[in-house]
C-alpha cells in the first residue's frame, strides 16, 4: 500500500508560485542574526579583557575579581530580569516590530556607552 505525500508547503522553485516575502527572508534574517550578535557582543567582550580593566581603573586582582568579574555581571542580571518581564508583557499588547527596535536601540545605548567609561562607577 502506498501512502500519500501532503505537501503543507509548496516550494517556490518548483511549484511555479512567485512569492513577494522569499527574497526579503534571508535579508530579514541576517538582519536579525547581526542584531542578536551585537546585543549579546558586549556581555562576552569585557571578559577577555578584565585584568586590562582593572589596570586601566587601578584595581588589584581581588578587586578585579569581585568588581569586574561578579558585580558587573549581576548588574546585567539585576536589570536584565525585570526588562525581559516588561519587554515579553509589552510583545503580547502592542506591535512587535517597534518594540524590538526600541529594545535593540536602548540596549546598544548602554554599550556605546561602556566606550567611554573612565572609571568603575561609570559603568553602572
Not at 505525500?5 to 511555479?16: A, E, V, Y
Not at 516575502?21 to 551585537?38: E, K, N
Amino acid at each position: 500500500m502506498k501512502i500519500p505525500m501532503i505537501h503543507c508547503f509548496q516550494s517556490p522553485r518548483f511549484s511555479g508560485v512567485s512569492w513577494p516575502w522569499a527574497s526579503q527572508r534571508g535579508r530579514i534574517v541576517s538582519l536579525y542574526f547581526v542584531t542578536i550578535t551585537i546585543l549579546f557582543m558586549d556581555m562576552n567582550l569585557m571578559a577577555p579583557s578584565l585584568s586590562t580593566i582593572a589596570e586601566e581603573f587601578g584595581m588589584d586582582d581581588d578587586e578585579r575579581d569581585m568588581k569586574l568579574g561578579g558585580m558587573v555581571a549581576l548588574g546585567f542580571f539585576f536589570v536584565g530580569a525585570p526588562v525581559s518581564f516588561l519587554v515579553g508583557w509589552l510583545a503580547d499588547s502592542i506591535n512587535r516590530s517597534p518594540l524590538f527596535a526600541v529594545t535593540v536601540f536602548v540596549g546598544e545605548l548602554g554599550c556605546l556607552g561602556a566606550a567611554f567609561v573612565t572609571s568603575y562607577p561609570q559603568l553602572y
